[in-house]
């Protein structure tokens, strides 16, 4: 057995994009999954898993009850309709950081 030092763990956690978790399936579907892994040449369950997520989610398929809306979140003043002092607003909510005074360069000579 290797055992990764840590040099070798940090660097295996930052490539690993993806994150395990654990699902229970019936087993008609883990067999179909299985199947579906040998006749795709994939090499895991977890690819197969992984794409039909993937295909669901491009597909457009969710949940109707994930879908939320910012509708009615916001008021828009009705002194400035067309946010024209927006940016000044946003801003005023944000300490700005201070500068600090430049001293005057000296001249080599």
């Known amino acids: 057995m290797t055992r990764l030092t840590d040099a070798h763990l940090e660097s295996y956690e930052y490539r690993m994009a993806k994150r395990a978790i654990s699902i229970t399936l019936e087993e008609d579907n883990l067999l179909w999954l299985h199947g579906q892994t040998r006749g795709s040449g994939k090499r895991s369950v977890s690819q197969i898993v992984d794409g039909l997520v993937a295909d669901a ?18 008021e828009i003043a009705a002194t400035d309709p067309d946010l024209a002092d927006a940016d ?14 430049r001293r005057p360069r000296r001249r080599r000579g």
Not at 88 to 101: E, M, Q, V
């Open 88 to 101: 000044r607003t946003i801003r005023s909510l944000f300490a700005t950081p201070r500068r600090r005074a």
């Open 57 to 74: 989610r491009a597909a457009g398929r969710v949940h109707a009850d994930s879908i939320r809306s910012v509708v009615g979140t916001i």
